[in-house]
């Protein structure tokens, strides 16, 4: 059986890359800053994304993982600044 890759697909699944790569990032830096402009950016990737893909609900379940990842990257990031 073939599998057809779409944008939309294709999007979505890199908005949830992104987005777990972001908070890998933000664990592993020591910079508070760069963890919270790496999650923004996350989270705006995973929003466009996210309007790409609102037709299809797997779709938007992926882009929505990467939106949660980014998010906890910029917490992450704000906890580092405040502690």
């Known amino acids: 059986m073939q599998h057809s890759t779409t ?5 979505c699944i890199s908005a949830l890359i992104i987005g777990v790569f972001s908070a890998v990032f933000a664990f592993v830096t020591k ?3 760069n963890a919270i402009i790496i999650g ?3 989270i705006v990737v995973g929003f466009i994304s996210l309007y ?3 037709k299809n609900i797997d779709d938007m379940q992926l882009a929505t993982g990467g ?3 980014a998010v906890l990257a910029c917490l992450i990031g704000l ?3 405040y502690n």
């Open 7 to 11: 944008l939309t697909k294709t999007t």
């Open 31 to 33: 910079t508070p800053s």
């Open 40 to 42: 923004a950016t996350g």
């Open 52 to 54: 790409i893909g609102r």
């Open 67 to 69: 939106i949660f990842m």
């Open 79 to 81: 906890w580092q600044i």
